[in-house]
Structure formats: structure tokens, C-alpha cells
């Protein structure tokens, strides 16, 4: 069974669009983020979830909005999308005595 | 402002010898350290970590080492195997979010 999984893993669409990627993790853990690799590779954060709270928002444009339905699950949906915002998206949960658990990502490319 | 450095993109190293990774950091505020192995096409998977409170944790094949006054870990891996090959971040905790360094990307020949 998948820890952390993301859906889709592979998204392309046209600038403007809204879209939406989906993580759900069954490990029970409180806290779920989402981070964006850009294209030098580097892993940044983009808000973390803890209960269903929002904890961390860094700076992220508003188009990008994170949706916590229950714990198991946040979700990132994307208004007005910009060729910039191509990049791969990772979700991620962690308990702390336990490490953080990564999701396989979601390349998204805007064309 | 990059806080968290991995100052070698990529590192070759022979099957069987020690690959040594290294990381420096600039906030001492980080009190947990963590590295992650990132295969192609697949999300970072936990490797190993270490508390601030400590200076070497184990596991295996994988050793991580902390110098705290130099700002500074390391990642030993010894053997070194060709699935090791893959890239690895180091990434430092502050309470609540985690921070990545680049990543290094190791390849490991017969």
C-alpha cells in the first residue's frame, strides 16, 4: 500500500486553466505539506497542514490554494495557471519521531 | 538566502569505497537533520536523521555525522553500492517546516 500518494502524476494543460492534485496519506500522521522542486531541483516549501490547520504558508501566490478535507488528505488547487508554475509538486506527511514521508510527485508542465 | 547548502552537485565514487556526502547550514536554530534518497520519476525517501542533541547516528551502511560548532553534516556510506546511485538531499528541521539543501547526486561504478 502506498504511504503517500498523489494523483496525477502527470498533468498538462493550457495557461489559464484551473486544475487541481490530489494527496491522500494512510499513515496516520498529523501533519501533510506541499513542496515545489523548480528547475534547478531545489525543494521548497509551499504550506504545511497540521490537523486540518494551516500551519505554513510561505510565499506563495494566491492562486494556489491547499484544501484539507480531514487529515488524510490535502489537496492543491491551482487557479490561472502560469507557465512558471511548471515544476514537479511533491506532498509530503510527516509525525515527527517518525521522518517525513514523500509522495512520488506530480510533474506539472503549462504550455 | 539559502539555508541550507549542498555544495557538491554530483559525486562519483568506486563499488565498495565510502561515499562521503556533505551538507552546511547557516541557521543554528535547526535542531533535526535529515537525509533523503531520490530515485528518477520517484518522490525523496527517508534515509536517516540525527537530533541536534547528538553528533553521529547509524544505520547500517549509513552513517550521518554532525559538527554543530562548523555548521556542517555529513552523510558516509561504506560500501558504497551501485544502488546507491541516486540523488540525495540533506534537509534541516526548525520546529515545524523542513528546509532542503540542492542535492548531491551520487554515482557509484563497478
Known amino acids: 500500500d502506498t504511504a503517500v500518494s498523489q494523483t496525477p502524476k502527470y498533468l498538462v494543460t493550457q495557461m489559464g486553466n484551473d486544475k487541481s492534485i490530489k494527496c491522500e496519506q494512510n499513515?496516520?500522521?498529523?501533519?501533510m505539506y506541499w513542496y515545489k522542486q523548480d528547475s534547478k531541483k531545489f525543494l521548497k516549501i509551499m504550506f504545511s497542514?497540521?490537523?486540518?490547520?494551516?500551519?505554513i504558508n510561505e510565499t506563495v501566490p494566491n492562486r494556489f490554494s491547499p484544501k484539507s478535507p480531514d487529515k488524510a488528505h490535502l489537496n492543491l488547487h491551482i487557479n490561472s495557471l502560469e507557465l512558471g508554475d511548471s515544476a514537479v509538486y511533491f506532498c509530503a506527511s510527516s509525525a515527527r519521531d517518525r521522518g517525513y514521508t514523500f509522495g512520488s510527485g506530480t510533474r506539472l508542465t503549462v504550455v | 538566502d539559502q539555508q541550507v547548502k549542498q555544495n557538491s552537485p554530483s559525486l562519483s565514487v568506486q563499488e565498495g569505497r565510502i561515499s562521503i556526502l556533505n551538507c552546511d547550514y547557516t541557521n543554528s536554530m535547526f535542531d533535526y537533520f535529515l537525509w533523503y534518497k531520490k530515485y528518477p520519476a520517484e518522490g525523496p525517501t527517508f534515509l536517516i536523521s540525527i537530533s541536534s542533541i547528538k553528533d553521529k547516528n547509524e544505520d547500517g551502511r549509513f552513517t550521518v555525522f554532525l559538527n554543530k560548532s562548523a555548521k556542517h553534516l555529513s552523510l558516509h556510506i561504506v560500501p558504497s553500492q551501485p544502488g546507491d546511485s541516486a540523488v540525495y538531499f540533506c534537509a534541516a528541521s526548525d520546529t515545524d517546516k523542513l528546509i532542503f539543501g540542492t542535492g548531491t547526486r551520487l554515482q557509484v561504478f563497478p
Open positions: 499513515l496516520g500522521h498529523d501533519t
Open positions: 497542514y497540521n490537523n486540518k490547520e494551516l500551519i
